[in-house]
């Protein structure tokens, strides 16, 4: 499902239990210097981050200050984020002119402690070549190193490098529990493009070799994908940023099941099984 760009007025643009994707949670949080949000999400483990600006949070008692280094837009620089456990009240406060705060957040029933990303703790990696239109690069901000700190939640930051290209290739699902061959995570993603004029399509095949749906995503456009398999692309001369939400169902790390017809592409795109097996 695609979410078009909307002003949410700081109301969740994916709401616990929705209809689609009941194990993630998403919100777009908008401030100004000097003003503050709090939330407190039950049933759900939540991830604070900065899609520009700084911001000050406190977090069942503790004060992570100064998060958050992007001043112009989400490719100014790495991200930061702060983990809010399940049924935890959060504050936080604009500490510069302006912030847009991602929450992202998947359904888990424990609560666990709280704690800080910087810059120089993220989990990066870089694959797929020019050659073959699909070179990106991914910043884990919660990633697998959390493994015995958080629950169900994976968020990430993928960026394409250069103008143009695919990424989610090759095409892939993960919306069944039946390990060892795959996982269900329902994903949603927001994405974001240089210029922000630039533009891209979402596609989404709920079964191999058969016809799907495609979305024209722009800049701010909210992607929810509960089943089959889905590549996007960005049109020739755009960068292309998503921030990417993750929760499982009955784990945290990620099992992929790749498309029988192009399960093959494996072989061509560099890099592509280290990316694969950081999830596990």
């Known amino acids: 499902m695609h979410i078009p760009p909307h002003d949410n007025h700081n109301k969740p643009i994916v709401d616990v239990n929705d209809a689609l994707v009941p194990l993630n949670y998403f ?10 949000f709090d939330y407190r999400v039950p049933g759900y483990e939540t991830c604070i981050v900065p899609a520009t600006g700084t911001i000050n949070v406190h977090v069942d008692g503790e004060v992570f200050t100064d998060i958050g280094v992007r001043t112009i837009d989400v490719f100014d620089g790495d991200p ?3 983990y809010v456990p399940t049924d935890t009240h959060a504050h936080f406060t604009c500490r510069t002119a302006e912030a847009e705060v991602f929450i992202a957040g998947a ?6 402690k709280p704690f800080e990303v910087r810059t120089k703790d993220l989990d990066k990696v870089q694959f797929g070549s020019d050659k073959t239109k ?3 690069r991914i910043s884990h901000i919660l990633g697998p190193q959390y493994h015995d700190r958080v629950g169900r939640l994976l968020v990430s930051e993928l960026f394409t ?15 069944t529990d039946r390990l060892p061959d795959e996982t269900r995570h329902d994903e949603t993603y927001n994405f974001r493009f240089k210029p922000n004029y630039g533009a891209g399509v979402q596609i989404l095949q709920r079964e191999d070799n058969k016809p799907g749906d495609a979305y024209h995503i722009m800049d701010g456009s909210t992607i929810c994908l509960d089943k089959g398999y889905h590549p996007c692309a960005a049109l020739p001369g755009y960068e292309m940023y998503y921030f990417t939400i993750l929760g499982g169902l009955s ?3 990620l099992k992929q099941y790749f498309q029988p017809t192009h399960a093959e592409q494996l072989h061509t795109i560099p890099g592509i099984m280290d990316m694969v097996a950081k999830f596990k």
């Open 107 to 112: 359904k888990f029933a424990e609560t666990l």
């Open 134 to 136: 699909t070179h990106r």
């Open 27 to 36: 919100n777009i949080v908008k401030l100004t210097e000097g003003q503050s």
């Open 251 to 253: 784990q945290r790390s």
């Open 80 to 82: 930061e984020g702060v």
């Open 161 to 175: 490098v250069g103008a143009g290209g695919w990424s989610g290739f090759p095409s892939h699902k993960h919306d």
